[in-house]
Nanobody, 123 residues
Framework: QVSPVESGGGLVQAGDSMRLTCVAS????????MAWFRQAPGKEREFVAA????????DYDDSVKGRFIISRDNDKNTVYLQMNSLKPEKTAVFYC????????????????WGQGTEVTVSS
């Protein structure tokens, strides 16, 4: 199993960029599909992006396509979420998740979760 730990959140201005990092301790990281989800206060946790274990497959929610980029470095047990052209919105907690199979977009498909990192985009 793996244990994801997110970092890189904080306060950013609308239109700016931010990169989130998730380091997953454990064995065989390269065999896990990884994903980012986000949850705003009072809302359901929603899918943001996912990447397959060899990075050949990626998927994005329509709301972030063209602005966010998910990538991974298997040598460092790390997955990144580059967020560009950020839109002003309420604070959201971004979670990193892992699963042993292919990429998915439902939170129930992921077995291992980090504690999250908070992102606030101010206008």
């Amino acid at each position: 199993q793996v244990s994801p730990v997110e970092s890189g959140g904080g306060l950013v201005q609308a239109g700016d960029s931010m990169r989130l990092t998730c380091v997953a301790s454990g064995h065989l990281f390269s065999t896990y599909a990884m994903a980012w989800f986000r949850q705003a206060p009072g809302k359901e946790r929603e899918f943001v992006a996912a990447i397959g274990w060899l990075a050949r497959n990626v998927d994005y929610d329509d709301s972030v396509k063209g602005r966010f980029i998910i990538s991974r470095d298997n040598d460092k047990n790390t997955v990144y979420l580059q967020m560009n052209s950020l839109k002003p919105e309420k604070t959201a907690v971004f979670y990193c998740a892992a699963r042993r199979r292919g990429i998915g977009c439902r939170q129930g498909e992921y077995n291992y979760w980090g504690q999250g990192t908070e992102v606030t985009v101010s206008s």
